[in-house]
């Protein structure tokens, strides 16, 4: 299969991890519950977040799509599911269930699976690493607000 192809596979994949995303969190940043949380000095505004994973998306995207032009792709698949689900539930646990703790442990985890997909595959797709780079640093952010939420609430 062809490198764009895999990319617009991997597009629709991501975008519609979002759209999941957003349904399950059931319009909970605009909610009492969120709102009236003590939250980072450091939180962006709402927009920032659209355009911050919108990016992320795109180039993970490239990144999946450069990655899986190897042959056995069985563990590659099995760490993008993973993905996907962390990616997905963290939505439902932190703003629909008010599951703090959980989210955090489900952004910890995520970032570790980043942080291994980043470094064990960066042989493999040489420059095109930095492209999952942008999921990396915003999952260390997203982790200091979930962080700074858990304590200081």
């Not at 617009?8 to 991890?17: D, H, T």
């Not at 909970?28 to 998306?57: E, K, S």
Request: charged share 10%; proline share 4%.
């Amino acid at each position: 299969m062809k490198f764009y192809v895999r990319l617009i596979i991997f597009l629709v994949i991501n975008f519609g991890a979002l759209y999941i995303g957003t349904i399950l969190m059931n319009d909970g940043p605009r909610t009492d519950w969120y709102t009236n949380l003590n939250q980072a000095p450091w939180t962006p505004p709402g927009w920032v977040f659209g355009f911050a994973w919108t990016t992320v998306m795109i180039c993970f995207s490239i990144f999946m799509a450069k990655l899986t032009e190897a042959k056995d792709n069985k563990l590659i698949l099995f760490l993008f599911a993973i993905q996907f689900i962390l990616n997905v539930s963290w939505n439902y646990v932190f703003f629909n269930q008010h599951n703090i703790s959980l989210g955090m442990v489900n952004l910890i985890v995520l970032l570790m699976l980043i942080v291994v997909m980043t470094f064990k595959y960066k042989p493999q797709v040489k420059i095109y690493y930095i492209f999952i780079l942008p999921y990396l640093i915003w999952l260390i952010v997203a982790n200091s607000l979930n962080g700074y939420i858990l304590f200081n609430n």
